[in-house]
């Protein structure tokens, strides 16, 4: 993930430095009950705690920890690597979603003498067991991501499949009549059908909206939201639509 300064090799645990990284997802600010701010205040008195100097506290918001290309995750990296500091996280949940990635992180900052401190675990890379229960955890977390989000696929086919609505708004590609009963609209299942064509040939997802306004296939004259189409397909419709087609 982070290229890393070999020349800065120490051994571990003597660096009295610290950096810390907090991170809310994308389905909301306070995930977890933990805001930025509160996450921010927990790794600065965890570092006073353990008496190390916190040089920043770096931030990804509103952005999955199942990604690994987080501006604030590699340059807390960066940091703890070129430093061999501790890097300072409130759980394994806001460092990462990922084993895989997570094991990358911890090894990224073994081999240049740094650690890695979970405040809500109570681990600290500096010892074998403090490693070994950290990747004991990481496979853990991301069993429940996957279970979590094998049950959601579920629960929408079933809803789907029983006629219902599965939120506030009519899903494009459906009509809704009085008791929320979903019914398959026609001309916009054509189009649909049309973006899952394109981006089995891999045509990006800006190529698909420019594609079906190019054809003359517009999105609906409102949007989900209530509000009047530009009548030019964005972005973000085309990757919320096929991101629901791949889920159901």
Not at 7 to 20: L, W
Not at 60 to 66: I, Q, Y
Not at 115 to 142: K, S, W
């Amino acid at each position: 993930m982070v290229k890393l300064n070999t020349n800065r090799r120490r051994r571990k645990g003597t660096s009295q430095m610290a950096v810390g990284y907090a991170r809310v997802s994308t389905t909301g600010q306070a995930e977890d009950g933990q805001s930025i701010d509160a996450q921010t205040i927990a790794i600065q008195t965890e570092a006073q705690r353990l008496g190390l100097d916190l040089v920043d506290v770096f931030t990804d918001e509103g952005v999955s920890g199942r990604r690994g290309d987080r501006m604030g995750l590699h340059a807390a990296l960066s940091i703890a690597i070129n430093n061999g500091a501790a890097l300072i996280c409130y759980s394994l949940s806001r460092l990462s979603r990922s084993n895989v990635q997570t094991l990358q992180v911890v090894e990224a900052l073994d081999a240049a003498g740094a650690h890695l401190v979970l405040i809500q675990e109570g681990i600290n890379t500096t010892g074998t067991c403090g490693r070994m229960m950290l990747g004991v955890l990481a496979a853990v977390y991301q069993h429940q991501v996957e279970a979590s989000a094998e049950t959601t696929s579920a629960v929408l086919r079933h809803v789907r499949a029983s006629g219902r609505k599965t939120g506030g708004s009519v899903p494009y590609g459906f009509t809704a009549d009085a008791d929320g009963t979903l019914h398959v609209h026609a001309g916009e299942r054509r189009v649909i059908d049309r973006m899952v064509e394109l981006r089995r040939q891999r045509v990006s997802y800006r190529r698909i909206a420019a594609k079906l306004d190019a054809e003359g296939l517009a999105p609906r004259g409102v949007t989900s939201s209530g509000k009047p189409s530009s009548g030019r397909w964005q972005l973000r419709q085309v990757v919320r639509i096929l991101a629901r087609e791949t889920a159901l």
